[in-house]
Each structure stands twice: as C-alpha cells, then as structure tokens.
C-alpha cells in the first residue's frame, strides 16, 4: 500500500532510518515546499543520473511541473507529453536522480492533438516525478500524463510506535503487506483518515484544473487534451484511489460490523474500517467518490483499506474497463488475493498482469533504483530492470490504446505474453 512494503528484514531497516530522520513538515503553497527527493517527510539522497527504460512511443517527450494553492496547501502537478524539444537538448534528471529521454518544459508537440488525459497518483509518501519510466512511456504514446504531488509526498511519517513497527514486521514477513503497512504509517492513517480527508480531493482537483488548462489561451496545453477520453492510473495508495475515483468501487457501510470496525480509535488501525471515521461518513453515499468522467483504469499494485467481506460486493461495481499490474514477491509486494479479487469481480472488461521477481519499488523507478534502498532488496527483484519495466510499458499502453483511444489493433497486444518476466497474463468479460 505505501511505497516500502517489504520483507521483515527490510521493513525494520527502513523504518529505523526514518525514525531517526523524523522532522517536523507543514503543507505550504510555497512552491519550493514541493521540491527536494524523499519518502514523505523524510529527506532520501537520490541517485547520481541512472539511466531508466527508454519510451517506446514515436513521440518525443515534455515534462514540466505547476504548483497550485489548494485548501491552503501546496499541489503540484508534474505533466508529461508529446513535445517537440529543441535539438541537443538535455534529458530531464527527476529529484531521485533518474534520467529518461523527456525534456524539461520543451514545446508541445501539437502535430496529433489533442491527445487522451491519464490522471496518475502516485504511491504514499512517493514524489510526483518519481515513475519516469512509465509516465515518460505513454506520454510517448500520444497521452498528456499528470501526476499529482499529493499532501503525503512531504509530511507521511512511518510511527515511532514500537508495538506498531513490531505488527508491521510479523504481517510483511507472512505476506500481509497491506496491514503491514497500515501498521507502519498508523499515525498518519489515522490522522488523514485512511487519506480521506485529502486523496480523492487532490485527484479531483487535478483532473479539473487539467481540463481547465486546455480552454486557456495563455496555458501551453491550450487545445492539446481531449477532455473525452481520460483514463486513471495509481500505484500502491494511488492504485487503491485508482479503483475509488476512478473505477467507482464504493465503500460500503450498510452491512453489520463489528465494535473494532466501527472504533475509529481501536489500537490496530488494519481492524478498523473507513466507515468509523467522518471523512467517509460525511459522504453522500458509498459512491459519491467516483468520476464518471474516467473511462479506463490501471491500478498499479493496489491495496484496499475496505473490510475484506466487502471487496467483491465493491469490485462488482467496477464496469469500466480495469488492468491489473503487480509483482509476485510476496513479502514486499502489495497483498495478491485482494488485487486477484478485485479482478475476478469487476462488472467491465477485466485484466490481470503478474511479473516475476518484481517487488513494491520496480514501477517507481525512481527508488527502485535508489542504490540505498535497491540496497535493500533481494538479487531476483533488482535483476533484469529494463526487461520488467518493458512489462509496464508494453500492457499500459495497449489498454489505454485499445480502451481509451479506441484503437482495435491493440487487442492482440492485450492477450499476449510479451516477455518471460510475465508469470500470469489473464482476461475477463473482453
């Protein structure tokens, strides 16, 4: 669900570093607030400009950043897209030292406009620019990307809560990652309500000030998105607001529960369910979080915070097309039976991408190949990079081609095993 799951080992290392660089971080609409490389509110040395996967697109790529005042708070929106950058110019380094093929703010390249919208959310605690490779990827592919610099990019704090860190440890090592994580971030999960209280605002929030940029004449995207075909994709936290915003799974609070569920201050914050808390209780209905304006969705190893009685009861409400993408490491990857359950009870077309020996980080590139924590993770999941990424790259594509471009010859793409680094290739309700 956050960024590090991971095994017991690497849980307790990390965690140790975090806690003693605990600091003090209030939101800010300085844009400088939204600067710097780090896991939340903690400051992370970036890598010294490791090359990514190279975009498989015909167009080249832009990337620039905006940041916004939002409810008092700085948001940063980080945008990538088909551009036309002046020749020699040099690749964009990110802030964890990764660099690609993209150009910073290099003129758009408006020659097939407008271009499909994918809104990206990135895992908790990760910076907006930290997935190079694959935001880099479909801008590539003819799609203006934004991913959004979301509150806990600066102030997520892993507890300093010893029997919290002690839970963490025993359910990664027994694959319970999901939990594992909750237990890690208890403290700040409680406070933002399970991210409640600001995720799915920001989401909102970008999505309409994206579209507002392509009607203003004075905005380099003035006419470059198609506002009627968007598509959604997350990864970990992001994934699990993927399938909310995006994909309109509701959170339920109609069916009985137990006192412990309903205990927004029970100890064990993986007990609890969202509906204990008024961010979800203030809401209008189980669905009000979905925008209908999202065709398709790509959530990217993606937990659920919702009592696990109730996941199919909420994934038959997905009817939109969905794909899956995940590792297989089972001690640092998000939880598998849930995301499997999630694809076999979506109402709409239904996709499931499973890569060997890929763990949390691969996607974001920008700390899988961080040398501190890569450092950290077994041989099996920091060998052959490039091949996993081309997984990413390859499955992305074809379904936001085939579903939200509405390209047909991307079909084929779709039901074939690409790589030897994909384990599972499966297909619902297409």
């Given at each position: 669900?956050?960024?590090?799951?991971?095994?017991?080992?690497?849980?307790?290392?990390?965690?140790?570093?975090?806690?003693?660089?605990?600091?003090?971080?209030?939101?800010?609409?300085?844009?400088?607030?939204?600067?710097?490389?780090?896991?939340?509110?903690?400051?992370?040395?970036?890598?010294?400009?490791?090359?990514?996967?190279?975009?498989?697109?015909?167009?080249?790529?832009?990337?620039?950043?905006?940041?916004?005042?939002?409810?008092?708070?700085?948001?940063?929106?980080?945008?990538?897209?088909?551009?036309?950058?002046?020749?020699?110019?040099?690749?964009?380094?990110?802030?964890g030292g990764i660099v690609g093929k993209a150009v910073k703010d290099a003129p758009v390249d408006s020659s097939s406009s407008p271009y499909p919208l994918i809104i990206f959310s990135p895992g908790l605690?990760?910076?907006?620019?930290?997935?190079?490779?694959?935001?880099?990827?479909?801008?590539?592919?003819?799609?203006?990307?934004?991913?959004?610099?979301?509150?806990?990019?600066?102030?997520?704090?892993?507890?300093?809560?010893?029997?919290?860190?002690?839970?963490?440890?025993?359910?990664?090592?027994?694959?319970?990652?999901?939990?594992?994580?909750?237990?890690?971030?208890?403290?700040?999960?409680?406070?933002?309500?399970?991210?409640?209280?600001?995720?799915?605002?920001?989401?909102?929030?970008?999505?309409?000030?994206?579209?507002?940029?392509?009607?203003?004449?004075?905005?380099?995207?003035?006419?470059?998105?198609?506002?009627?075909?968007?598509?959604?994709?997350?990864?970990?936290?992001?994934?699990?607001?993927?399938?909310?915003?995006?994909?309109?799974?509701?959170?339920?609070?109609?069916?009985?529960?137990?006192?412990?569920?309903?205990?927004?201050?029970?100890?064990?914050?993986?007990?609890?369910?969202?509906?204990?808390?008024?961010?979800?209780?203030?809401?209008?209905?189980?669905?009000?979080?979905?925008?209908?304006?999202?065709?398709?969705?790509?959530?990217?190893?993606?937990?659920?915070?919702?009592?696990?009685?109730?996941?199919?009861?909420?994934?038959?409400?997905?009817?939109?097309?969905?794909?899956?993408?995940?590792?297989?490491?089972?001690?640092?990857?998000?939880?598998?039976?849930?995301?499997?359950?999630?694809?076999?009870?979506?109402?709409?077309?239904?996709?499931?991408?499973?890569?060997?020996?890929?763990?949390?980080?691969?996607?974001?590139?920008?700390?899988?190949?961080?040398?501190?924590?890569?450092?950290?993770?077994?041989?099996?999941?920091?060998?052959?990079?490039?091949?996993?990424?081309?997984?990413?790259?390859?499955?992305?594509?074809?379904?936001?081609?085939?579903?939200?471009?509405?390209?047909?010859?991307?079909?084929?793409?779709?039901?074939?095993?690409?790589?030897?680094?994909?384990?599972?290739?499966?297909?619902?309700?297409?």
């Amino acid at each position: 669900m956050a960024l590090h799951q991971r095994s017991i080992v690497d849980l307790l290392t990390v965690a140790s570093f975090f806690v003693l660089a605990v600091s003090a971080v209030t939101p800010s609409c300085d844009p400088a607030f939204n600067t710097g490389f780090g896991l939340g509110g903690h400051a992370l040395p970036p890598a010294n400009n490791v090359p990514t996967a190279d975009p498989t697109g015909p167009y080249q790529v832009g990337v620039s950043f905006e940041t916004y005042c939002f409810e008092g708070r700085g948001v940063a929106l980080n945008y990538w897209y088909p551009a036309l950058p002046a020749a020699g110019s040099s690749p964009y380094v990110s802030a964890g030292g990764i660099v690609g093929k993209a150009v910073k703010d290099a003129p758009v390249d408006s020659s097939s406009s407008p271009y499909p919208l994918i809104i990206f959310s990135p895992g908790l605690a990760a910076v907006d620019d930290a997935y190079y490779f694959y935001t880099q990827n479909l801008a590539s592919n003819g799609y203006v990307v934004v991913s959004i610099q979301h509150l806990d990019a600066r102030t997520a704090n892993v507890t300093t809560k010893k029997y919290a860190l002690a839970l963490a440890a025993i359910d990664a090592a027994a694959g319970n990652t999901i939990d594992a994580v909750i237990e890690e971030y208890t403290d700040f999960f409680r406070e933002t309500q399970f991210a409640l209280t600001y995720r799915p605002q920001e989401i909102e929030f970008a999505l309409d000030q994206t579209i507002q940029s392509t009607s203003n004449k004075s905005s380099p995207f003035y006419g470059l998105i198609d506002t009627d075909n968007i598509g959604m994709s997350g990864h970990s936290l992001g994934g699990f607001y993927t399938n909310i915003v995006g994909g309109g799974m509701p959170i339920y609070c109609d069916y009985l529960m137990t006192p412990i569920q309903r205990d927004p201050d029970f100890l064990v914050l993986s007990e609890v369910s969202p509906c204990a808390f008024p961010a979800r209780q203030n809401l209008s209905g189980p669905f009000a979080l979905h925008d209908s304006r999202i065709k398709a969705i790509i959530p990217l190893a993606a937990p659920t915070f919702l009592t696990r009685s109730q996941l199919a009861r909420s994934a038959a409400q997905v009817k939109i097309p969905i794909m899956t993408i995940t590792g297989d490491n089972r001690t640092s990857e998000t939880t598998s039976w849930v995301q499997r359950d999630i694809y076999a009870n979506a109402a709409g077309p239904s996709y499931w991408v499973k890569i060997q020996n890929t763990n949390h980080y691969l996607v974001a590139d920008s700390y899988g190949l961080n040398p501190i924590l890569s450092a950290n993770m077994s041989p099996d999941d920091n060998a052959n990079f490039f091949d996993k990424a081309a997984v990413y790259m390859t499955y992305s594509t074809a379904f936001f081609d085939y579903y939200v471009k509405g390209n047909k010859t991307a079909y084929t793409a779709l039901h074939t095993i690409s790589s030897s680094c994909v384990t599972e290739l499966d297909s619902r309700n297409d």
